[in-house]
Structures are given as C-alpha cells and as structure tokens.
C-alpha cells in the first residue's frame, strides 16, 4: 500500500502553485539538545502553510464538468486559503465555509484569495456540516481537508523533498497531525524509501485524535478538543490517513500547550520567523521526544507546517514559553503576616529572577503570594526551589501545571470575596463571536443564581477562556449541571482547585 502512494505522490501536481521549500538545520536548538536538527519550512509556501500542496493537487484531478460546477470546502483556516488559492489558479468557482470563531487573519486571507466565504457553527464541525449541505443544494464538489488520497499524496511531496534534500535517511522525522493527511502522505512515501527511519506523529494534549486511534485500534471520536491549536483541534482522524499511519507511523507522541509555546520561541530563535501554535507541533514533540528517550547524536527532522498566527495571540505565546521550556516556576508561598517576612522571602529566593509577584493582604496570620521564579532548568531549579523554601518553613505549592492558575488566577489575586456563599467555579470556552456571554445569560434566564466572580483575558484564539464564579445552593446543583449541558459551552468545574482556594475564595 505505501509503494502506491509513493507512485501518486511522484506525479502529484503540486508545482504549479507551491515551492519547494528549504530543509534549513537549527543550530541553536541543535546545540541545546545534542542531536542534529533540521527543520522542513512549510512556514515559507505562499500561503504560511503546507495545505497548498493537497488541495491543488485535489482541484487539479477533477474533471471539465466538476470545474465547471465549483467546489465547496469547509475549514478553520489553513485548508481554506489552499482552495482558495488552488481555485484562483485554475480558473474554479470556489466557496469556503469557515466558523464563526475563525481567526480574522485567516478569514480575510480567503476573500483576497478570490474565494466566496461564509461563516458557519461555532466549530470546524458545525461549518463541514453546512459545506456538506451547500455541496448538495448547489451540486458542488466538496473538497475535504485530508481524508482524500489526491490531498495525501499532495501532502506527501513534503517527504520527497526531504528525502531529495538530505540524501541520508534520518533517524527521526516530526510530523504534526490534525486530520492526518500530512502524516499518512509522508510516512508512505518515506517508510517506502528509509523504511528504518522513525515516523513520529506530535498531537496536543487535548486533541489526541491520532493516538487515541492507534491505542483503540480503530478511529474513535474526542469528546472534546483543546482549540490552542486550531489547526490541528480535529475529533476524528480520517478513515485513509488512519489505514495508512497503522502500517508506517511508529508513534504519537502529545505535547501540552506551554511546550508548544517554547517550541514557537525555538523555532524563532533559530528562524527569526513566528510558527502557529499546529505549525510549531513537530517541534515540541521532537523536544519531548529527546528528553524522554535520552537521545544524542541522532538526526532528525521537524516540518515547521504553517505561520498564520493571529498577532494578539503573541502576547499569551510569550508568557507560557518560559513555562513550556521549564525555565519558570509558578508557586504559590504563605509567609507569616509579620515585618521583615517578604524581605527574608526574597533573600532565601537568592539572586534567582522574579518574573512576577502577586501579595495582597489577607488577615493578620499568614499571607499567601503567588509568585513566578525563573529557574536553570527543571530538575536544578524547579525541585531544588522548593525543597528549599520547604526547609526554610514556608508551605509552597507548585502551580506551574495548574491551568487555571495560570490563565487567570495570576491575573485575579486578592480578590477575595467571603460574602459569596454556595459560590462554585467553572471554567468556559465561550466562542469567539459577539453575543456569546448574551447567549449564556438567556439560557440562564431567571433562575437564582447569582455571578458572583468572571474573568476574561483575550488570546487571539477562536474560544474566549472564561473563569466565572456563581452562588449556587445546593439543592439546584443538579438543575445546574443541566443547564450547563444545555448552554452547549465546553467547560470544568474548579471548586476544590487549590488556586483558587488560597487567592480567591
């Protein structure tokens, strides 16, 4: 089955509109972890993204009557402005359905590419559903995003050109994996022609799509995916891109969002160029990829796969970097409420760097502060840190991996409210889109409960992270979960979170 890719792939069409794009070695993030690495530049195609490649190739195998007709496709972005382009070039009608929450740099990028565009549901899904129905209200072809063999073989020339230019086969190659058609299309090609080289396939945490396939053998569908990065936050991998990476993909390995934010200002320091949040994927894999196995000497590849980052959102990328990279540690210190106190605190600290520094006071006792440190590394500064403080008597707890605290409690400290009786705590993902705390409020009508606490930061993504306080007694609690069902918002409860607990409640 591979070695038929490998012939579709050789005579994919693709030239006409993509460029062969550079297998540039990273000499600083070499340096730092031992091993050779080289990063394939699909940041540098026309449109910031590798999707060109599979959607021309797609449009260029429909024939004169499927020209004629039009297309239709539904994407969050990437896939979108590949159409587009594909269609302008070929002289195709095009009509590209996006979600509402669609990043306006992508939305925008699609009307200059000549393409119809309307906006459709809250999510990928909600805006396929509609292409799909336009597709047969219209008779247009629908153009898939990456369960198709022609968008397979599109992607997989990404892999010959590698192969072309390194000549020896690498030890390791990092593909990032959304749908799956870029992985399936290069790990066909390249298992065919450096059959010992590992395919290494990086998902996010909260979008595992791949490998929770491969661990239940069969495609599953995700409840719930994490939006980061949007470019890859697919519930279900495809049937095609599935078959194949059963047969030549060696591993999923899945990052969280801080390292994928690390491997964003990696790729900058090496690139001076600013990946996406899916685009920097391989990167961070490969990263987590050496420290777990100890890997040194070895050669290995990561395809940079798109910049089309929303500027607002580099402001969040910035601030978890040092987190993902283990440079930094959040924690939460109580010191006695007593003069000369912060002053032996920040003695002990040594002349570690404060990164930032929350105190509010409390009660005559004890005073909780959240506090950011930088450290050399995790295991030097990140335990040693703490073990210290320990022994100098001051309780510490270690919030670097508490996502609430770090989206929003560093923000909030010392807004203590004990007047907020039978108050829980959720965190939402409220679309992107005017209208969407109205819509909340609506469902929530007139019931008796009260908003006692809400904080919104805004990070250029398609979903808005919420934190929210409400005062609900017990007895409606059930009535409550139901109406968050209802209300149709991704959320999580964050009562009994620790952060919380010390700073807000």
């Known amino acids: 089955m591979p070695r038929d890719y490998v012939t579709k792939i050789l005579k994919a069409r693709v030239y006409e509109v993509a460029r062969e794009t550079p297998l540039e070695p990273a000499p600083k993030l070499s340096a730092r972890l031992g091993n050779d690495v080289w990063l394939k530049r699909e ?29 239709v496709a539904a994407s969050a972005g990437n896939h979108a402005q590949g159409v587009a382009l594909a269609a302008r070039e070929l002289g195709i009608r095009s009509l590209i359905v996006m979600p509402e929450t669609a990043p306006h740099i992508k939305v925008e990028a699609v009307a200059r590419l000549g393409a119809d565009v309307t906006l459709a549901g809250d999510s990928y899904d909600g805006a396929r559903e509609h292409a799909e129905a336009l597709a047969a209200e219209r008779g247009l072809t629908l153009i898939p995003p990456f369960d198709d063999p022609e968008i397979i073989a599109g992607q ?54 791949l490998h929770a396939a491969l661990a239940a053998g069969e495609r599953v569908v995700l409840d719930h ?35 994928i934010c ?24 490969l990263k987590r990829y050496v420290a777990r196995d100890g890997q040194a000497g070895a050669r290995f590849a990561a395809v940079v796969s798109g910049a089309n980052v929303n500027f607002d959102r580099l402001r969040h990328i910035a601030e978890r970097a040092e987190l993902g990279e283990h440079r930094e540690r959040l924690l939460a210190v109580t ?26 006071y409390a009660d005559d006792d004890d005073a909780h502060i959240f506090v950011g440190v930088e450290v ?18 001051y309780p510490v707890l270690d919030l670097s991996d508490n996502e609430m605290a770090k989206q929003h409690v560093r923000y909030m400290v010392g807004g203590r409210a004990p007047r907020a009786t039978d108050e829980v705590l959720y965190r939402f993902d409220f679309p992107e889109r005017p209208g969407a705390l109205t819509h909340f409020l609506e469902h929530m009508g007139r019931r008796p409960w009260n908003i006692s606490m ?9 979903y808005g992270r919420v934190l929210m306080g409400l005062q609900v007694p017990p007895a409606e609690r059930g009535g409550f979960l139901k109406f968050l069902e209802d209300v149709g918002y991704g959320y999580r ?13």
């Open 156 to 209: 997989g020339t990404v892999a010959m050109e590698i192969v072309r230019q390194h000549g020896d086969p690498l030890d390791a190659v990092f593909v990032e994996v959304g749908g799956g058609g870029l992985i399936a299309g290069m790990a066909a090609y390249l298992k065919t022609l450096w059959p010992d080289t590992r395919i290494v396939g990086v998902e996010p945490e909260g979008a595992p799509t």
């Open 376 to 393: 050399e590394d995790a295991e030097h500064g990140g335990p040693g840190l703490l073990e210290t403080l320990e022994r100098s008597g």
């Open 225 to 259: 995916v994490g939006t980061f990065a949007d470019g890859a936050a697919v519930r279900q991998v495809g049937a095609e891109p599935f078959r194949i990476a059963r047969q030549c993909v060696d591993e999923v390995v899945l990052v969280s969002d801080d390292e």
């Open 262 to 285: 690390a491997a964003i200002k990696d790729i900058f320091e090496d690139t001076r160029s600013i990946a996406e949040p899916a685009g920097a994927l391989a990167v961070a894999g």
């Open 454 to 462: 809400f904080h919104y930061r805004n990070h250029g993504s398609s």
């Open 493 to 505: 409860e964050e009562t009994d979170n620790p952060a919380y607990r010390m700073f807000l409640h």
């Open 43 to 71: 940041d540098l195609q026309p449109i910031f993204t590798f999707k060109l490649r599979g959607a021309y190739n797609k449009l260029a195998s429909l024939d004169a009557e499927a020209r004629q007709r039009g297309v």
């Open 335 to 360: 010191i006695p409420e007593r003069p000369g106190s912060l002053l032996r605190f920040c003695g002990i600290l040594g002349r570690r760097a404060i990164t930032e520094f929350n105190y509010r």
